[in-house]
């Protein structure tokens, strides 16, 4: 069965202060990792898919890396419209379908 | 272009009754999947349909189920509600099925048994 688990459960941060979050997963096969931003209230954005180990990429203050067992998304010089929920998501290879299996996320809170 | 909409955005039943949530994927978007979040649980798979047919299944009682119309629009209905099934129901839309790109969540229709 595919698992994701995600650390730390929250983290507060100081405006500019950089951080990293941790997404451990165990899948059969990986076709894709994805990482999604969710703010309160609302439906999780897409940020990045992430295909095979050593695939990095990036957005505005934020950086996504995947190793054969885990990936990490780097925030750096975070502002306070950085504060969310950042959701990590696996889907298999051998999945019919379109199915992700969530971790339990990351509540990022940024302190100006 | 329109993103993916979900209606109602907000519902409260009465255990033991039933409930009908709509959701309408991104044009051209032929894939939708749903999804329960709730506090406990994080984000769990429901099902996912594509040109009418059931792709795939998550582990959810068979009170829990769902239709996609001929326009790709989807609903999904909960039979016999039990407070456990209050949450944030999400659903996400996609141009294809088996693939690993292009998913667009909706706001979500947050239910509330009471």
Request: one cysteine or more.
């Amino acid at each position: 069965e595919d698992q994701v688990t995600q650390s730390p459960e929250a983290l507060r941060l100081q405006e500019g202060e950089s951080s990293s979050l941790n997404c451990s997963y165990t899948v059969s096969g990986l076709r894709g990792l994805f990482w999604y931003r969710q703010d309160p209230g609302k439906g999780p954005e897409f940020l990045f898919t992430l295909y095979s180990a050593g695939e990095e990429k990036e957005k505005e203050r934020l950086k996504a890396t995947l190793t054969k067992k885990e990936s990490f998304l780097h925030i750096t010089a975070p502002k306070p419209e950085d504060s969310a929920t950042y959701l990590c998501a696996v889907q298999a290879l051998g999945a019919a379908g379109n199915k992700l299996t969530f971790g339990g996320g990351t509540r990022v809170l940024v302190k100006p | 272009k329109a993103g993916v909409t979900q209606t109602p955005r907000y519902l409260i039943k009465t255990r033991g009754q039933q409930v009908t949530l709509s959701c309408s994927p991104i044009s051209g978007h032929r894939s939708v999947s749903w999804y329960q979040q709730t506090p406990g649980q994080g984000l769990q798979f429901l099902f996912e349909y594509f040109s009418e047919t059931q792709r795939n299944k998550g582990n959810f009682p068979g009170r829990f189920s769902g239709r996609q119309f001929s326009n790709s629009r989807s609903e999904m209905n909960v039979s016999t509600l039990e407070l456990g099934d209050s949450a944030l129901y999400l659903c996400a839309s996609s141009l294809r099925t088996g693939h690993s790109y292009g998913y667009t969540f909706g706001s979500g229709t947050r239910l509330t048994v009471v």
